[in-house]
């Protein structure tokens, strides 16, 4: 079984729509959890991270960890084109070692 | 402060030969991590380095070894290339390694095997 697992798209949402990207874990111990946009063609860059229960929001992204579930999402309002890209979501296990699902391809139509 | 930053960009090898990948960390940062990845597989954690000690090592035969110098630079070698070993070869680092910490990653170097 993968650390993560993550739905694999390809999503398409309408501009200015939600966005809603899905992950689960399968390490009960993992603390924190995080979102990466990748780019085609492009190194990763990170989001959000998120290491409590509930929602955590940065502007048009919103994050949210139930630890009970295992499970962490990400939604982004309002989606532009510019959001059209790879999500990767990722969790810190022992140590200093991540464990990456293998992505979510958004494309957002205008 | 600068990011992480990785050379080559770019890199064309035939089967057999091996190559070495550089890592410069974000200053402070003396945790660095590799990963490979490729369009079927995604990112896959090769090793992570910490104060020049090989912390942890992901399922990746040993032909990729690494190491890191006391400036936290590290480098990537493979040796033997084959040609499933085309990738991108992403590094990240952290800061301190121990509690919950966040992984930044360098552009990446494209290695292609022919």
């Known amino acids: 079984q993968k650390e993560v697992e993550q739905n694999s798209g390809p999503l398409s949402v309408p501009e200015g729509a939600i966005a809603s990207l899905n992950c689960t874990y399968s390490d009960r111990v993992s603390q924190s959890f995080f979102w990466y946009r990748q780019y085609s063609g492009k190194s990763p860059e990170l989001i959000m991270s998120?290491?409590?229960?509930g929602d955590k929001e940065d502007g048009r992204f919103t994050a949210q960890l139930n630890k009970a579930s295992q499970y962490v999402s990400l939604l982004i309002r309002d989606s532009q084109p510019s959001d059209s890209a790879t999500y990767l979501c990722?969790?810190?296990?022992?140590?200093?070692?991540?464990?990456f699902g293998t992505g979510t391809s958004l494309t957002v139509i205008p | 402060k600068a990011g992480v930053t990785q050379t080559p960009r770019y890199l064309i090898k035939t089967r057999g030969q091996q190559v070495t990948l550089s890592c410069s960390p974000i200053?402070?940062?003396?945790?660095v991590s590799w990963y490979q990845q490729t369009p079927g597989q995604g990112l896959q954690f090769l090793f992570e380095y910490f104060s020049e000690t090989q912390r942890n090592k992901g399922n990746f035969p040993g032909r990729f070894s690494g190491r890191q110098f006391s400036n936290s630079r590290s480098e990537m070698n493979v040796s033997t290339l084959e040609l499933g070993d085309s990738a991108l070869y992403l590094c990240?680092?952290?800061?301190?390694?121990?509690?919950?910490?966040?992984?930044?990653f360098g552009p990446g170097t494209r290695l292609t095997v022919l």
């Open positions: 998120i290491y409590s229960n």
């Open positions: 200053s402070g940062h003396r945790s």
């Open positions: 990722a969790t810190e296990g022992t140590g200093n070692q991540f464990y």
């Open positions: 990240a680092s952290s800061s301190a390694g121990y509690d919950t910490d966040t992984q930044y």
